[in-house]
């Protein structure tokens, strides 16, 4: 449970576009360091799901400002432009309310 009210946190998923996986697997992968050395970041973990093609990011951010500055930085922007290319109906955002 988040500590600090402003806390975000949030699931982020993607599914590729048939025989995509390898490349948008590369792509997201390469969000990874860049994204939890952000100032702001409390957590940033990739996952592929057993539903094949499918990859799923559990984040922590500060606050909403941290996440909207993380949307904005280079390695994001230059990843984003290339889901269209990757990615079956484009980036999911759930983002997530603790309740017990």
């Given at each position: 449970m988040a500590t600090n009210p402003s806390e975000i946190n949030?699931?982020?998923s993607l599914?590729?576009?048939?025989g995509k996986e390898g490349e948008l697997r590369g792509v997201i992968r390469g969000l990874v360091t860049p994204?939890?050395?952000e100032r702001g970041c409390r957590r940033y973990d990739?996952?592929?799901s057993n539903n094949q093609g499918k990859f799923i990011v559990l984040e922590t951010w500060e606050s909403r400002q941290a996440l909207d500055?993380?949307?904005?930085?280079?390695h994001f922007k230059e990843a984003a432009a290339k889901f269209p290319e990757l990615v079956q109906g484009g980036l999911t955002l759930d983002f997530l309310e603790p309740i017990g």
């Open positions: 949030l699931v982020a599914i590729a576009l048939p994204s939890r050395n990739l996952y592929a500055e993380h949307m904005q930085t280079p």
